[in-house]
C-alpha cells in the first residue's frame, strides 16, 4: 500500500512539474529558428509561430485549425505544407505589417528560398466589439493567387 501511494506522489509531482512548462515548451515554438521585424502583437507572433511548427511538422490539419474560418483551409494548408514543409525546417524571417485596420500582413523568409511565404492574419471574433484577441489565418481557396 505504501508503495502504491509513494507511485502516485511520483506520478502526480510529474504531472505538477509538467503542468509548469513554459507555453513555447510546450506548443513547441522553442525550437524554432526565427526572427522577426516589423510590430507585431503578441496575438499575431503566437498565430504565425502556431503556423511555423505546424509547417515543419507538416502537419495540414493542425495548420488548417489556425485559420480564420474553415473556407477552404485544409486544402490551402495541404498546399503550403506541400511547398513550405522543407523550407519551415530552415530558420526563418517574419517581417509583419498592419497594413490595414482589419488584416495583418506576415511575410516568412525562410533561409535558402528566394521567394517568401505571405500571410494575411485577421481576427477570429465576429465584429469590431468582439473581446476576443485571437486571430486566424485567411486560407481561403484562391486567396494568394496572383
Given at each position: 500500500?505504501?508503495?502504491?501511494?509513494?507511485?502516485?506522489?511520483?506520478?502526480?509531482?510529474?504531472?505538477?512539474?509538467?503542468?509548469?512548462?513554459?507555453?513555447?515548451?510546450?506548443?513547441?515554438?522553442?525550437?524554432?529558428?526565427?526572427?522577426?521585424?516589423?510590430?507585431?502583437?503578441?496575438?499575431?507572433?503566437?498565430?504565425?509561430?502556431?503556423?511555423?511548427?505546424?509547417?515543419?511538422?507538416?502537419?495540414?490539419?493542425?495548420?488548417?485549425?489556425?485559420?480564420?474560418?474553415?473556407?477552404?483551409?485544409?486544402?490551402?494548408?495541404?498546399?503550403?505544407?506541400?511547398?513550405?514543409?522543407?523550407a519551415a525546417q530552415q530558420?526563418?524571417?517574419?517581417?509583419?505589417?498592419?497594413?490595414?485596420?482589419?488584416?495583418?500582413?506576415?511575410?516568412?523568409?525562410?533561409?535558402?528560398?528566394?521567394?517568401?511565404?505571405?500571410?494575411?492574419?485577421?481576427?477570429?471574433?465576429?465584429?469590431?466589439?468582439?473581446?476576443?484577441?485571437?486571430?486566424?489565418?485567411?486560407?481561403?481557396?484562391?486567396?494568394?493567387?496572383?
Amino acid at each position: 500500500m505504501a508503495a502504491a501511494l509513494l507511485l502516485f506522489a511520483a506520478c502526480q509531482f510529474a504531472l505538477d512539474e509538467e503542468d509548469k512548462a513554459p507555453r513555447y515548451v510546450k506548443d513547441g515554438t522553442s525550437d524554432l529558428e526565427l526572427s522577426v521585424t516589423g510590430r507585431p502583437m503578441p496575438e499575431t507572433l503566437a498565430v504565425v509561430e502556431k503556423a511555423l511548427v505546424r509547417l515543419k511538422k507538416r502537419d495540414a490539419d493542425g495548420l488548417a485549425e489556425l485559420a480564420e474560418d474553415d473556407n477552404g483551409a485544409k486544402q490551402t494548408a495541404r498546399a503550403w505544407v506541400k511547398e513550405w514543409g522543407d523550407a519551415a525546417q530552415q530558420p526563418v524571417v517574419v517581417d509583419f505589417d498592419d497594413d490595414t485596420i482589419s488584416t495583418w500582413t506576415a511575410e516568412l523568409r525562410f533561409k535558402g528560398e528566394s521567394e517568401p511565404l505571405s500571410i494575411d492574419l485577421k481576427h477570429k471574433g465576429e465584429g469590431k466589439g468582439d473581446p476576443s484577441r485571437e486571430f486566424g489565418i485567411i486560407m481561403k481557396p484562391g486567396y494568394y493567387d496572383s
